[in-house]
């Protein structure tokens, strides 16, 4: 059925529906989002349900590009993570959407060419036509909170390649045995906490891992000991960055927070 409906489009930017179609019914603003993809349709031609596919490959994009639920693009310029690809009845064509959740842009961090963006309650719908390419996100160590987080869009996508090594963005992937700043719970707190912890076990799986926590000894400042023999379980989202400096024994020393 997808491929039917694709071959009668009149070229291929909206794509080629991949997977089992599931038929569901839109709510009244997702509808209201198809209808400004496409003012020029008929309001009361848009079907109130249609049918969702996994992902959808667009054959005219970046020599053939699938885009797929669960990732990260670029729709003219704005960042959304997409939950769902859906292909709608409008009038007596069809037309191939995506929707899902929509990031906010921040104020520049000073780093030329990164851009960072945060976490929105808003949910967006776009037509598949719009999309720019595939971005990652990874998160940004800055201030995170229980109501959101900040996140580097990593734009491997891009049409020109950086200009400068200040312009490359490279993600942490923690590693067992690492020393790691962990984003700690500021309720409470004036400022934003970060613990110090020792990594004893990574699981990919759950994208998560387990530590101690080290505290800083009273009356000196940049010395770090185990604080329990309890193992906490962190996951990656909550690792801000990467904690550099050397061992003395059991005690690990850094000048950097």
Not at 119 to 124: A, F, I, M, P
């Amino acid at each position: 059925m997808a491929r039917a409906m694709s071959d009668e489009l009149d070229d291929t930017a909206e794509g080629i529906l991949i997977g089992a179609p599931h038929f569901q019914l839109f709510e009244k603003n997702c509808i209201d989002d198809v209808y400004l993809c496409d003012p020029t349709v008929d309001r009361g031609t848009i079907l109130d349900g249609g049918y969702s596919y996994r992902s959808v490959y667009v054959p005219s994009r970046q020599q053939g590009q699938q885009y797929r639920v669960g990732e990260t693009v670029l729709v003219l310029e704005q960042v959304i993570a997409v939950s769902g690809i859906h292909c709608v009845q409008l009038g007596s064509e069809y037309g191939h959407f995506i929707a899902g959740k929509a990031y906010r842009q921040m104020p520049s961090p000073g780093v030329q060419g990164v851009q960072v963006v945060i976490t929105t309650q808003e949910r967006v719908v776009a037509s598949v036509r719009n999309i720019n390419r595939k971005v990652m996100l990874y998160q940004h160590p800055s201030a995170t909170t229980a109501h959101s987080q900040h996140y580097e869009v990593i734009d491997y996508q891009r049409p020109s390649l950086p200009v400068s090594g200040q312009d490359i963005v490279i993600p942490y992937f923690p590693e067992c045995g690492d020393m790691v700043w962990v984003a700690g719970d500021t309720d409470g707190c004036s400022g934003n906490q970060q613990w110090l912890g020792h990594i004893i076990s990574v699981d990919s799986l759950s994208q998560s891992v387990k530590l101690y926590f080290y505290v800083e000894r009273p009356n000196k400042e940049g010395c770090y000991v185990k604080e329990t023999s309890t193992r906490n379980k962190v996951h990656w989202s909550s690792l801000i960055a990467s904690a550099e400096n050397r061992w003395e024994r059991d005690e690990f020393i850094t000048d950097m927070r």
